[in-house]
T-cell receptor
Framework: DGGITQSPKYLFRKEGQNVTLSCEQN?????MYWYRQDPGQGLRLIYY???????QKGDIAEGYSVSREKKESFPLTVTSAQKNPTAFYLC???????????FGSGTRLTVV | DQQVKQNSPSLSVQEGRISILNCDYT??????FLWYKKYPAEGPTFLIS?????DKNEDGRFTVFLNKSAKHLSLHIVPSQPGDSAVYFC????????????FGQGTTLQVKP
């Protein structure tokens, strides 16, 4: 079955450490996105990529980095520069010629 | 700049009654609107959508209404079921902007048995 996989589901890191969240899709979608969910703030766009080797900042890109070396993969690194990294992170993908996203099941990151 | 707003953080309805979730937007360039449903610790799933050239779209118990002049859309769930209890996100796409969606803050719906 085609889908989008995020791993791990739960992640704990010490403050000051970088951490990378994985996102893989086998839907042959062109575009991929990273969102962050915080209580009362909905889904906020961190980064997105519409083609391989190209990506753009979203609304809250500071303290994050991404890469898009393969169509199937769009990992997100949460760096030590991100002031409030504890959140629920969602990856999504879409065909750029169509509407709507397919979401992964999310990664809950807790920084202690 | 919150271009898509869901002003009601929560809504509680009785099983069997109608649930109405509202969404307002500010950008007249939005040409497509979607509703997503999200359970805790899971990713959102697509529910229903509507193009800006329509004013209503229906899918089973779910109907979305679009009022372009008021820049307002609503999701009606009839009849509401306990399994509908979730967070509902409204999203909008700007014309010509391939793919990228802007989401509202979400409304938590609780359907009581």
């Amino acid at each position: 079955d085609g889908g989008i996989t995020q791993s791990p589901k739960y992640l704990f890191r010490k403050e000051g450490q970088n951490v990378t969240l994985s996102c893989e899709q086998n839907l042959n979608h062109d575009a991929m996105y990273w969102y962050r969910q915080d209580p009362g703030q909905g889904l906020r766009l961190i980064y997105y990529s519409q083609i391989v080797n190209d990506f753009q900042k979203g609304d809250i890109a500071e303290g994050y980095s991404v890469s898009r070396e393969k169509k199937e993969s769009f990992p997100l690194t949460v760096t030590s520069a991100q002031k409030n990294p504890t959140a629920f992170y969602l990856c999504a993908s879409s065909m750029t010629s169509r509407y709507g996203y397919t979401f992964g099941s999310g990664t809950r990151l807790t920084v202690v | 700049d919150q271009q898509v707003k869901q002003n009601s953080p929560s809504l509680s309805v009785q099983e069997g009654r109608i649930s109405i979730l509202n969404c307002d937007y500010t950008n007249s360039m939005f040409d497509y609107f979607l509703w997503y449903k999200k359970y805790p610790a899971e990713g959102p799933t697509f529910l229903i959508s509507i193009s800006s050239i329509k004013d209503k779209n229906e899918d089973g118990r779910f109907t979305v209404f679009l009022n372009k002049s008021a820049k307002h859309l609503s999701l009606h769930i009839v009849p509401s079921q306990p399994g509908d209890s979730a967070v509902y996100f409204c999203a909008a796409r700007r014309a010509g902007n391939t793919g990228k969606l802007i989401f509202g803050q979400g409304t938590t719906l609780q359907v009581k048995p």
